[in-house]
């Protein structure tokens, strides 16, 4: 239960102040380039969407694993993840008009959330957008944590998940 105490407070002070950096920020960020390359074909639209969406698809999959292998204790930690990464996601959604973020390619890069937004007709609805994608990170934590918590009574999965 102290486990899940810890990282469920860590994981709640990442959505509190998302724009700090953060160890896991190094994955994320090779995973959501990997989206780009693995979305491509699908088109252009599909391959911008697709490094956000490889973000949060990619430790969603883990959570699966765990569910499916009835790990209930193991899957709610990598939940912590997942809530981590959508809130990550929307500091780059949140940017979109102000496009003030470092992008990984340097000046020449595309904004993915200024193209998506501007494709769709919703770049006026920025800080919006990126308020309910960081809601939604900081609900999937929170539903991480209660998870956690609960799951942690099971101590024999507790113990060979750690």
Same mark, same amino acid.
């Given at each position: 239960m102290a486990a899940a105490s810890l990282?469920?407070?860590?994981?709640?002070?990442?959505?509190?102040d998302p724009h700090q950096p953060r160890l896991i920020d190094?994955?994320?960020?090779?995973?959501?380039?990997?989206?780009?390359?693995?979305f491509r074909p699908f088109g252009e639209f599909m391959m911008i969407a697709g490094?956000?969406?490889?973000?949060? #698809?990619?430790?969603?999959i883990f959570v699966g694993y765990f569910i499916?292998?009835?790990?209930?204790?193991s899957? =709610? @930690?990598?939940?912590?993840?997942?809530?981590?990464?959508?809130?990550?996601?929307?500091?780059?959604a949140a940017d979109a008009a102000a496009m003030e973020l470092p992008l990984t390619g340097g000046s020449d890069s595309v904004h993915d959330w200024n193209y998506l937004l501007s494709r769709l007709g919703m770049l006026s609805?920025?800080?919006? #957008?990126?308020?309910?994608?960081r809601l939604t990170g900081a609900a999937t934590i929170m539903a991480g944590w209660?998870? =956690? @918590?609960?799951?942690?009574?099971?101590?024999n999965e507790a113990v060979s998940a750690g």
């Open positions: 990282a469920g407070l860590y994981f709640v002070w990442c959505a509190l190094g994955a994320n960020l090779l995973i959501h380039e990997a989206g780009h390359l693995f490094g956000s969406l490889f973000q949060v #698809i990619v430790p969603s499916y292998y009835r790990k209930p204790y899957a =709610a @930690l990598v939940l912590f993840w997942v809530g981590e990464s959508i809130v990550n996601v929307s500091v780059y609805a920025t800080v919006t #957008i990126g308020r309910l994608i209660v998870w =956690a @918590l609960k799951a942690s009574g099971n101590q």
